[in-house]
């Protein structure tokens, strides 16, 4: 009897530890509307924290400490006292460094094409392969680039099945009215993300977020100098990517995510090392060349 009883309680502990895939913060900004009552908007953050925070994104059983950190503002600009907000949606997520209390950047990404309506007290649904609503669309598009990204970072092309599940959302809202879907809007909108991540001919910038974070990043604490050397094959192949089409999207947000770092990894390498990812960066990166110049001058 106690042997049964002492299987149920570790069953029962064993389910209280496994936590769904995100830990994600969620803030909404209502600043810029003037409303008498603003309820609305504290029930819209409740909405949105329990859609990221409660759904099961994948089929993995993630622990507590395991839950990916990332973050959500959504400024809104408008609101009709109904139902219809535009604004934007700046989303970040992060990624722990091994045997550090250091977490580096994966995403920070400001989506300005970012218009939905919302009823007060009105849960959030999402069904794969289906339009249902631009908000939770939006939403569940980046919950799969975020997981995406941060399981490529942990095996090499890791996160395939979950780029494969943003891209799928695009698909499903090529007919919607919400701009930020389609391909012909701009070359700098949710589509070309994921269009850049699934596209074979840019494969290389994944393999270069693996050797960045897995063979790089995680090794700082053991290896500096092997850690260093792992950090420069992955801006190898990012710069791999970035060749087959120079100004490529997802290398620009990952320069915009990464350029701060960088320069302080490569700071103390020696000069040979200093001038060789100086040279990578400032190619894929001109916009920042007096920010990696930096890795040369200052000690």
């Known amino acids: 009897m106690r042997i049964i009883v002492f299987a149920i309680f570790a069953l029962i502990l064993s389910s209280s530890l496994k936590a769904q895939e995100l830990n994600c913060v969620v803030q909404i900004n209502s600043s810029q509307v003037q409303a008498s009552d603003k309820t609305v908007f504290e029930n819209l953050q409740k909405a949105v924290y ?21 973050s959500i503002l959504m400024t809104i600009s408008t609101w009709d006292n109904i139902e219809s907000f535009t604004g934007t949606i700046q989303v970040q997520a992060r990624r722990p460094v091994y045997n550090s209390s250091y977490s580096t950047t994966l995403i920070n990404y ?11 007290g009105q849960p959030l649904d999402f069904v794969e392969n289906t339009f249902t609503n631009n908000l939770s669309s939006v939403l569940a598009y980046y ?25 799928a959302v695009v698909n499903s809202a090529q007919s919607a009215p919400d701009k930020g879907w389609r391909a012909f809007e701009n070359q700098k909108n949710r589509y070309w993300i994921v269009e850049n991540l699934m596209n074979k001919s840019y494969q290389d910038f994944r393999s270069g977020l693996y050797h960045y974070h897995r ?85």
């Open 50 to 70: 329990e859609f990221m925070n409660n759904r099961r994104w994948s089929g993995y059983e993630f622990k507590i400490e395991e839950k990916i950190e990332c």
């Open 143 to 167: 919950a799969y680039l975020i997981i995406g990204l941060d399981f490529d970072t942990f095996s090499e092309y890791g996160g395939e099945e979950y780029f494969s599940k943003a891209q």
């Open 215 to 299: 063979m790089g990043l995680d090794l700082f604490s053991n290896d500096a100098l092997k850690a260093r050397a792992g950090i420069l094959e992955g801006i190898t192949l990012v710069q791999r990517a970035y060749r087959q089409k120079p100004g490529l999207f997802i290398v620009s947000l990952y320069m915009l995510a990464k350029s701060d770092e960088l320069v302080n990894v490569f700071k103390p390498a020696p000069m040979v090392e200093k001038t060789k990812a100086v040279n990578i960066l400032k190619s894929i990166d001109p916009a920042n060349s007096a920010k990696y110049n930096k890795i040369l001058t200052d000690n």
């Open 110 to 120: 400001l989506d300005k094409d970012f218009s939905f309506k919302y009823v007060n």
